[in-house]
């Protein structure tokens, strides 16, 4: 009887009996305060992850043809980016092509290696990598890659451990810690590679099988990577370090990362624009999309995995087509690696296709390269995708090129992409289903984090 009652007493005993509960029950004060403060610190994150980005429109719309030095001019400043001229760049189409071309130009490597990457998957194309790093930090190669802790979170550290013991350095970018847990939601979604600050890669693509190898059930991706050469790849660098230094703590200098470009080595004017958010949202990519798409007097061809354009760039769009201006666009169709921004992207459809926007949906595979070609001058190319957290949310890199020669290849690869595709018409457009409408409809609750 006397081990019952014990034991009886033992389970009476509330847990939230405590000297704070005790408080927290007689104080009417301390209960509101908490209520305020729950509120408050809901409110800072609903506000952090769905309140819209500033509002983008030009005073006025350039005054000088986009592919004029004037315009080249007046784009600089605003885009944050010195003027570049003597570059060579090369478009290198689908999997096949651009790792062949990083693979050697890696194992050519004399003097450092830097990678900055959003994705870097386990496979075939990674294992190869990695060989090839180590190899050449044995060499005494100096190999240093910032890689984004979410979008490369399916790669162990351990698969590097091969790689570090042969001197190569590999950080995280923004790994969850208790002090930046409140800036988690900003990812580096830059790709590219530099190699002995003379040769550069970049695009969309990081390394990853689904680039090179197709599946089981998808062919693998459509995507393009460009190799720059010339004076843009030390404004690349440049770019490197600042989220090195952020992962690291260490500042890259001296001339090995960053040596003089010879003259000869091409003749197209370029910008890097590096993109990262401002504390009220606005970027410098979106502003350099802004210039491009108001400053268009022919056309605009756009290529991206992930459209979700804000109002101010479709109401910048419609404006061109008011103008004159043609535009095309070529999404994903039924081969996306993200439905729901497909489905988010669909909703928006209506307001261009009635101002006489061409929209096209790519069928043989997902379509992932990212570039825009205004005026058949102008070539923009990196990491950005047209939604709301390339513009508002993550760190982005992004090389303008005016080149027409270029302009002219892109758009001859264009229209090779468009004659895979299938034209979405407003007609067609307008028949969704009420499924359809209804996915869209909750992804349009989400937009802001697309």
């Known amino acids: 009887m006397v081990t019952k009652a014990k034991t009886n007493n033992k389970s009476s005993k509330r847990p939230d009996q405590g000297p704070l509960a005790t408080e927290f029950r007689r104080s009417r004060a301390l209960r509101i305060v908490a209520i305020i403060a729950i509120v408050a610190v809901a409110g800072w994150i609903l506000a952090g992850l769905f309140a819209p980005g500033p509002r983008y429109s030009l005073t006025s719309l350039p005054g000088v043809p986009a592919e004029s030095e004037a315009f080249l001019e007046q784009v600089a400043p605003l885009v944050d980016s010195a003027i570049t001229r003597n570059n060579r760049i090369e478009p290198l189409r689908n999997g096949e092509q651009f790792y062949q071309a990083e693979f050697t130009a ?11 990457a ?4 386990k496979g075939e194309i990674t294992r190869r990598l990695l060989d090839i790093l180590t190899e050449r930090a044995r060499a005494g190669v100096q190999v240093r890659l910032t890689l984004d802790s979410l979008g490369s979170v399916s790669t162990p550290k351990s698969y590097f451990k091969a790689l570090r013991q042969a001197g190569g350095r590999v950080e995280w970018y923004h790994s969850l810690r208790w002090d930046n847990w409140f ?10 590679t530099i190699v002995d600050g003379t040769t550069a890669f970049v695009g969309g693509a990081g390394y990853a099988d689904w ?4 599946s089981k059930h998808d062919p693998s991706w459509r995507d393009t990577v460009f190799r720059v050469e010339g004076e843009a790849v030390t404004r690349l660098q440049g ?16 001339e090995q990362y960053f040596p003089r470009a010879p003259l000869n080595n091409g003749r197209t004017a370029a910008l890097v624009v590096a993109s990262t958010p401002s504390s009220g949202g606005s970027t410098r990519s979106r502003i350099l999309f802004q210039m491009l798409i108001g400053a268009a007097r022919k056309s605009i061809d756009i290529t991206t995995p992930y459209f979700v354009p804000d109002s101010s760039m479709r109401q910048e769009m419609v404006r061109a087509l008011g103008r004159g201006v043609r535009v095309r666009i070529i999404v994903p169709g039924n081969h996306t690696d993200h439905y729901l921004t497909r489905s988010t992207g669909r909703r928006l459809f209506g307001e261009l296709l009635k101002a006489g926007a061409k929209i096209y949906e790519y069928d043989p595979s997902m379509i992932h390269a990212k570039i825009m070609i205004a005026d058949g001058a102008w070539v923009v190319f990196g990491s950005t995708n047209l939604d709301n957290r390339s513009f508002g949310i993550n760190d982005e890199v992004n090389v303008a090129a005016l080149d027409s020669e270029l302009g002219a290849v892109l758009t001859h690869q264009f229209d090779e992409d468009l004659s895979h595709s299938k034209e979405i018409t407003l007609q067609h457009w307008s028949k969704r289903s009420v499924f359809e409408r209804l996915f869209e409809w909750l992804g349009d609750i989400v ?4």
């Open 106 to 116: 890696l194992r050519q490597a004399q003097h450092n290696i830097e990678i900055e």
């Open 118 to 121: 959003y994705i870097l998957h």
């Open 183 to 192: 800036m988690s939601n900003n990812r580096t979604h830059r790709e590219m």
């Open 211 to 214: 680039w090179r190898y197709p």
């Open 239 to 254: 770019v490197f370090v600042e989220n090195w230094l952020e992962s690291s703590g260490q500042i890259l200098n001296g």
């Open 447 to 450: 937009a802001r984090q697309q």
